[in-house]
């Protein structure tokens, strides 16, 4: 879906958003065979939205009420530490759900800022109509469970590599899994998010070439 992503932001809004839409039901349906009267449901409840590069798309301690579905863009999440240091938590591009996970499923003011890298175009639905969406459609259920699931698996693998891997080992890690990132994404964000130095990531990158 990133070669998208221009004609997205360019698009009609009519245009672009049954391609976002069309595309993010084509994602459920690789998990579970959604119905005609789930994706009415989804699309009547919920909304196109364009963030600009730059933009604040979740403040600290401000309720994440949504969870968005990317069709293009570049978003991440951060933290600032007691001293006063950026670090980069994670990074949301097309096809992930752009969310403060901790803050949107416990309904609670998030501990992190999430902000665009990228003109961005989302799907947004709000906490409430995701929780009545599950009750009126059973089925929606497995799809709201593997994506979560894949959420807490991929926040955990960090953990442990932040944890146990080496400074190359994590570069490689992202580099083999989201190689695009190290060309969208500003090499300070990506050293913070490698839990490593910005002189220490220049050096592997160089070893590298």
Known sequence: MSASKPVLWKLPPEESSAILYAGMFEYFRQIYPIGKEVEDEIVKRSEVVKFRKGSIILEHSQLCRYCYFAGCGLARAYYIT???RDVTSWFMKEGDIIIAVHSFFEQVPSREVIEALEDTV???LTYQSLQEIYHKFPEFNFVGRELTQ???????ERAFSLRMDK???KYAKLERN????????PLSFIASYLGISRGTLSR???ERR
Do not use: S
């Open 82 to 84: 007691e001293t006063g």
């Open 122 to 124: 989302c799907i947004g």
């Open 150 to 156: 894949k959420y807490y698996i991929q926040m955990e």
């Open 167 to 169: 400074a190359k080992e």
């Open 178 to 185: 989201h190689p695009d990132l190290l060309a969208r994404a």
């Open 204 to 206: 592997i990158r160089n």
